[in-house]
């Protein structure tokens, strides 16, 4: 690419605009400033105005970032920051038309999620052999935590935000008469999810010995060691720690829980629109995908146990 001369004058008072009024963050202004040096070079090789730039131009321009190795992810962030510039010229009359409106970057592969063997979920699910130590209040804690991440399919925050009783507006809680949890989810939408009996029994164990770790005027179900309503952080690094533990050969995190719940579930049910009522998507397609960690988890079985599936090299 050729290098950018001098950064031209409403290029350099756009980043100064972006790093005094919009207080942008540091690595995002270094980001957006090497775009800009993109789009000088490009409108310099033309040779075209920046104020004169169409759209053909930036689909032209955005096609050979793509050309040259550069990741989707990249080229977004560059024509984010393109139409930024843009739309800040027009608010002054100093272009007729923002030409990055309109315009995508190129669609990346989305990687899938990583979910656990039906095994490992198993293996981390079965209580330590050393209690924590001796801690059987940490310990009741952080089988509760592992049950319902994994027997419900809840979100880490949905997680936390549950409260010992009902009543709050803004917190979940667990019906353990009816075998259900209400949680609060994304975009504050109320789900009911229900609850196994391995977790209704960690539930019961849990909330019989929470008193011993919580303040007396904290609601939060799941508590830290100071008695407060535990961080999704915290949940993290116990289950971290649970995984390694449980000789798990791969990194555990709250998620992943969600998406084996997830994935064992399609696998053994089939019914992809009760997998998307019982994790809370507001569209299918989220789901989906899902569908095809399951047809992963079928090419390697064909693959290993068909006779006619191993392909000369």
């Known amino acids: 690419m050729p290098e950018a001369p001098d950064l031209d004058d409403d290029i350099r008072r756009h980043l100064q605009h972006l790093r005094v009024e919009r207080r942008l963050a540091e690595r995002t202004l270094v980001m957006y400033g090497d775009a800009f040096k993109w789009l000088q070079s490009f409108a310099a090789a033309m040779p075209v105005p920046l104020r004169e730039v169409q759209t053909h131009h930036v689909r032209r321009w955005a096609a050979q970032l793509h050309a040259r190795g550069l990741a989707p992810r990249s080229i977004a962030i560059a024509l984010s920051a393109w139409r930024g510039l843009y739309r800040w010229l027009g608010r002054d009359a100093r272009v007729a038309l923002n030409p990055v409106d309109g315009v995508r970057a190129p669609k990346g592969a989305k990687p899938l999620p990583k979910a656990l063997s039906v095994d490992h979920a198993m293996a981390l699910a079965e209580p330590p052999a050393d ?183």
Not at 179 to 204: D, E, F, I, Q
Not at 246 to 263: D, E, I, N, Q
Not at 284 to 305: E, P
């Open 131 to 313: 209690d924590e130590g001796g801690n059987a209040v940490l310990a009741a804690r952080d089988q509760c935590i592992v049950e319902l991440l994994y027997g419900c399919g809840l979100r880490v925050g949905e997680l936390t935000g549950l409260d010992l009783q009902a009543g709050g507006e803004t917190a979940g809680w667990v019906d353990a008469s009816d075998a259900t949890a209400h949680v609060l989810g994304k975009g504050s939408k109320r789900r009911s999810v229900p609850v196994g009996a391995m977790a209704l029994k960690a539930l019961r164990d849990w909330v019989e010995v929470r008193a011993q770790m919580a303040r007396a005027d904290e609601p939060a179900l799941f508590v830290s060691n100071r008695g407060t309503r535990l961080t999704a952080s915290q949940v993290r690094s116990r289950l971290k720690t649970r995984a390694v533990k449980a000789g798990l050969p791969t990194h555990v995190h709250p998620h992943m829980l969600r998406h084996s719940f997830a994935t064992h579930l399609l696998q053994s049910s089939g019914d992809l629109r009760a997998v998307q009522e019982l994790l809370g998507h507001a569209n299918i397609t989220t789901t989906q995908v899902y569908t095809k960690l399951d047809f992963g988890h079928l090419s390697k079985v064909y693959d290993a146990a068909h006779p006619r599936a191993k392909r000369k090299p």
